[in-house]
């Protein structure tokens, strides 16, 4: 019978009520702006209301036919408030694509659901390279769990039955099957995050400038309209409606309504071009944070690589790459862990063809650098960095691992040992068996991309190791 299943979760009739009472984990990240915060942004501006006093004034005077300028502000304004509302569309879009999922059980049955369709004291199974969406207690298994994003402790921590586990949290290794007790705000990484998490306003250059001209203009403008007014009423006797123009005309041409509408025209096209390349632009003006960018860091895994491994090949220090292959096709098939390492070894070596059964399983961890598995024929197997496994016979080794590594390839051995594998301590005896050897995906167009950054100035600088 399959252990997870031991469980029942809960019912359907449970799930509504927990739903009814709000208990679920729904999302505490700060949203994009409302549609209403992204139109109040874009009209309620200082610029804004300058014009539409200067269109009012003329409106009241009956002249009509002058105050067409008033559709270079609205066109203006259009442009930003459309654009931004269509980003905002795309990215809610997008976050719903991209939510994580997580096995539960319910109703005695697995099933994956998005992490914010989680409720009080479901039932949720973890594997290796999950992370944990809510604070939970170990009902089952064991594993270990790195939680240096919430603590800054790089350290792995095991957890067993009766163990808190942490929301924001990540099993390295190991799986558990695990009951939900908070949700939501309650969950502790959502309660140290609340404080820190902010929508930030744009830095531009461009738009500082244009909102201090606009600001000091409005102090001049506001003053100098007024003198320009009585001085062609009362003292030159000219009628109201043409003292009304007359001074509209002389403030208007003193905004730079112009310079306005060309730096949003021209934003605007760089953001159409942007998005022929599949590039979304949230804010006209991140064009020019864009343009201002001289050095760019990038990390190389799920970067400059896809994030995944392929085994290019396999050196069998017996000769005996047959027997290599079938112990390997063995461990990929029974081994717990969903790293890219055990992935890799499963796509290329996808042919068991003995009777072996897993009796003791040892999963991966960062610390220790190795996993292995003990089977039924009295043989255990361990695969792991070759310094961490052979330690001090890894000098006759180290000259032929060195080659591989120098020509770029990550290198794992594969050894044998004739004892049962305990929890963290390798056996006394270990028989080297031969090496693997692995190399990062890299992405078709990764070398385009950096190619293109170089010719345009940017340095690049890759933070990995």
């Not at 998490?197 to 003053?223: A, C, D, H, N």
Request: include cysteine; charge should be neutral; glycine fraction near 4%.
């Amino acid at each position: 019978m399959n252990e997870e299943l031991e469980f029942f979760g809960l019912t359907g009739d449970e799930i509504q009520k927990r739903i009814d009472e709000k208990l679920v984990n729904y999302d505490t990240s700060i949203p994009t702006k409302s549609i209403k915060r992204i139109l109040c942004e874009n009209f309620f501006t200082l610029f804004n209301f300058l014009n539409l006093f200067l269109a009012l004034a003329v409106f009241l005077v009956g002249s009509y036919k002058n105050i067409l300028f008033i559709f270079i502000i609205i066109i203006n304004t259009a442009i930003s408030t459309i654009q931004e509302i269509h980003s905002k569309k795309l990215v809610d879009k997008l976050s719903i694509l991209s939510a994580s999922k997580s096995t539960v059980i319910r109703n005695g049955k697995k099933e994956k659901i998005s992490i914010n369709d989680l409720v009080l004291d479901d039932i949720v199974v973890f594997n290796t390279g999950d992370q944990i969406p809510t604070d939970s207690i170990v009902l089952k298994g064991e594993a270990l769990v790195n939680e240096s994003f919430i603590t800054g402790e790089p350290d792995s921590i095991s957890k067993k039955y009766g163990d808190t586990i942490l929301s924001g949290s990540y099993l390295i290794s190991g799986k558990i099957i695990a009951k939900v007790i908070h949700v939501g705000e309650d969950n502790y990484s959502a309660k140290i995050s609340k404080e820190a998490k902010y929508i930030k306003k744009v830095k531009s250059e461009i738009m500082i400038s244009l909102r201090k001209i606009i600001k000091f203009l409005t102090f001049v403008i506001i003053p100098l309209g007024i003198l320009l007014f009585l001085s062609q009423y009362y003292m030159q006797g000219i009628s109201l409606q043409d003292s009304v123009i007359q001074t509209v005309a002389a403030v208007i041409g003193m905004i730079p309504e112009g310079l306005i509408l060309l730096t949003s025209t021209v934003l605007t096209l760089s953001v159409i071009r942007l998005s022929k390349s599949k590039v979304l632009v949230q804010d006209l003006y991140c064009i020019e944070t864009l343009a201002r960018v001289d050095t760019l860091c990038l990390d190389k895994t799920g970067t400059l690589t896809k994030g995944s491994l392929i085994v290019k090949d396999y050196i069998s220090f017996n000769d005996d790459k047959d027997n290599m292959y079938n112990i390997l096709s063995n461990i990929g098939k029974c081994s717990e862990d969903e790293n890219s390492t055990i992935q890799a070894i499963r796509n290329y070596f996808n042919s068991p063809n003995s009777n072996l059964v897993p009796i003791r399983k040892i999963s991966f961890s960062s610390e220790t650098k190795w996993s292995g598995i003990t089977f039924n024929n009295d043989e255990s197997y361990l695969i792991g960095a070759p310094e961490f496994l052979l330690k001090d016979n890894y000098k006759n080794y180290e000259n032929l691992i060195e080659k591989y590594l120098l020509e770029g390839f990550r290198v794992l051995l594969l050894a044998k040992s004739n004892e049962i594998l305990s929890k963290r301590s390798l056996p006394n005896t270990l028989e080297p068996i031969g090496i693997i050897l692995l190399l990062d995906e890299i992405r078709e167009n990764a070398v385009e991309t950096l190619e293109y950054f170089y010719k345009q100035d940017v340095d690049i600088k890759i933070i990995s190791r």
